[in-house]
């Protein structure tokens, strides 16, 4: 489950990384994806991966490489390394599990192979939709379509 409101004990909440992560956008030093891009054509983004890390475009046999290792079904055989066993196995050494949190990095499956047919109740709709407005006042964006309209046009051209 994911916060909707920043709790100020461990992080904050979705809509203020929403934020952040509009507001990094514009640092030479990040690149911000949309993760919709990325899950409909993921190797159309890879040469943008490469040129901001530095390193040439893939050739086809690289891409192909990546999309299978990438793919839902090949994580699926690795599930270990996605699902917060080390992050919560390192919280609890260091002693900084917060309490509160807890539940959130407890190792789960995190890779579903299979379509869910979940869908928000109107109740969570509406709650979604009231807590924008902390997305709104801050980067100007009256939706989520909106905002990563937005993200994709702010580094329209690769530095």
Request: hydrophobic residues 40%.
């Amino acid at each position: 489950t994911v916060s909707t409101q920043s709790t100020g004990t461990s992080g904050s909440s979705l809509w203020d990384f929403y934020v952040d992560f509009f507001k990094a956008a514009d640092l030479d030093n990040v690149l911000v994806l949309v993760y919709e891009d990325m899950v409909s054509d993921l190797a159309s983004q890879l040469p943008r991966i490469a040129r901001f890390i530095g390193i040439d475009a893939p050739d086809q046999q690289l891409i192909e490489r990546v999309l299978h290792m990438t793919s839902k079904s090949e994580m699926a055989k690795h599930e270990s390394k996605f699902d917060e066993s080390w992050t919560f196995e390192q919280l609890n050494k260091l002693g900084r599990m917060p309490a509160e949190d807890a539940a959130s990095f407890v190792p789960a499956t995190r890779v579903h192979t299979k379509a869910h047919a979940d869908q928000l109740s109107d109740e969570a709709a509406k709650a979604i939709a009231e807590r924008w407005s902390i997305v709104r006042e801050a980067v100007g964006c009256d939706s989520y379509a909106d905002f990563t309209q937005a993200l994709r046009e702010k580094k329209v051209v690769d530095k």
